[in-house]
């Protein structure tokens, strides 16, 4: 057979612990024997990000600028106990926060969704896509404990030293709380951006909502920000697509979402989309199912699963058990990955090899097998077997080579 031919190399970056072991699995089952795979390599795993001082990490991301297209293996975000297991130098920080400043861009988790594993909420048929904006807000806001009586003011002074700016947010007649938050336009703006161009590159609606009505400066802003870069830049090619920016209340936002059958985008602020992505996720069912990708404002993409390196179930595996991980969000990663560097690079095999390698992967469960995560969650009266992961994606190449020979 002839493999499938790449032009340009994808940005890899390898993981750590079960997600690893996966990892080369998917490779050398499902990617390498059909696709003429090019990747510039990077390897993330903690040993290495500990070996290059890190450095590693903004390489992968630099790269991910220059080539705008990246498949990311789960890594593990250093701890104090994880500083003694690997005897680290130092407590690196998360290489998805490093990325994800690097890159200035907006998460989207998406569920995968199969007929049988019914979500929570019975009228949601397709998934819905969270964007949260993951800066500012309540995550850098200055907090104080107010103990006593006394005047709580806002104050702004500009560069100059002009005070511009002074009010009196609440005249204290007993102890209380108090809090400052801000954020930034330019932030906004790669925020928005991110989202419309997700949305265009899915051909999805996007929802936003705030609390404007309530915040009228601060949550305004977010909302004058979003349609003035919607009407001047993404607008035409909305209606062009037949796709819809759409505005709303959050709390509005909230019930249209509960009686939506999904098919569309949300984009959030940080807390609520820090809230709602857990309560999205939850009621679809499974954190192994969901997928997730960075998106920039310049159009890099940076593909992942959105769960962490099953650091238990590497455990058993180190004893040589047998293990049954989901490795259904990390191939969701990959095909999202070739997809895009098929779109980018006008390579339709490779496209249409991506919608076929998730399409076995939908059929192998619809089939019934499924990693031991899945088998609880299905609705009544279907016949499931649960495999292990090597099995299980045994079982997906088998569908796949079916689909490709087809
Ligand atoms: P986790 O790796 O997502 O796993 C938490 C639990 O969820 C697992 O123990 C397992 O439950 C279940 N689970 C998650 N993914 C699964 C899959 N693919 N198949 C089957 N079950 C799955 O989260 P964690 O244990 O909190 O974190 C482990 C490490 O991952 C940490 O070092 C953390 O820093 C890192 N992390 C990385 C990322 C990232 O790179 N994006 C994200 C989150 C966490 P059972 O044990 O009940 O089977
Ligand atoms: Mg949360």
Redesign the pocket.
């Known amino acids: 057979m002839n493999k499938i031919k790449m032009t340009t190399p994808l940005v890899e970056m390898d ?5 690893r072991i ?1 990892w080369k699995m998917i490779k050398d089952e499902l990617i390498c024997p059909f696709v003429d795979l090019k990747t510039e390599y990077y390897d993330l795993g903690l040993v290495e990000r500990e070996k290059t001082k890190d450095k590693v990490t903004f390489d992968a991301a630099n790269a991910n600028k220059k080539y705008g297209v990246a498949v ?8 104090k106990q ?1 500083v003694e297991e690997y005897n680290l130098t130092e407590m690196w920080k ?3 926060g490093t990325i994800r400043a690097i890159l200035d861009g907006t998460v989207f988790r998406a569920p995968i969704l199969i007929d049988y594993i019914k979500p929570a909420v019975k009228n949601w048929k397709k998934p819905i896509t969270i964007a949260r904006h993951a800066y500012g807000d309540v995550y850098k806001s200055t907090e104080y404990r107010v103990p006593t009586e006394g005047k709580a003011e806002l104050v702004f002074t500009d560069k100059d030293g002009n005070e511009s700016f002074r009010q009196t947010v609440y005249d204290f007649e007993c102890p209380g709380v108090l809090q400052g938050q801000y954020n930034k336009d330019s932030s906004i703006r790669s925020f928005a951006h991110s989202c419309f161009k997700y949305a265009l590159s899915t051909k999805q609606d996007l929802w936003f909502s705030t609390k404007d009505t309530i915040s009228k400066q601060y949550d305004q802003t977010f909302k004058l920000i979003f349609q003035e870069i919607y009407d001047s830049e993404y607008k035409t090619q909305f209606e062009e697509l037949g796709i819809r920016y759409f505005y709303t209340l959050i709390d509005d936002a909230v019930a249209r979402v509960i009686r939506s059958e999904g098919g569309f985008i949300w984009a959030c602020k940080n807390y609520d989309g820090d809230v709602m992505s857990d309560m999205v996720s939850t009621a679809f069912g ?3 199912m969901m997928t ?1 990708v960075l998106v920039s404002p310049d159009g890099n993409y940076e593909y ?10 590497y455990y058993r595996y180190l004893k040589g058990e047998d293990t ?7 191939i969701y990663a990959w095909t999202g990955a070739l997809r895009k560097r098929g779109e980018l690079d006008s390579l339709p095999e490779l496209c249409d090899f991506a919608d076929k390698l998730e399409g076995a992967c939908i059929k192998t469960l619809t089939d019934g097998i499924m ?3 899945l088998t609880g969650l299905v609705s009544e009266g279907v016949a499931v077997k649960a495999v292990n ?1 090597r099995d299980f994606i045994a079982a997906i190449r088998e569908r796949l080579q079916a689909a490709l020979d087809a």
């Open positions: 993981g750590d612990e079960m997600t996966l990311k293996c789960a890594t593990i975000t250093p701890n994880r998360s290489p998805n499974s954190l192994a997730s992942e699963a959105a769960h962490g390196t099953v650091t238990q179930h049954s991980t989901n490795p259904m969000a990390t990693t031991k995560d992961s």
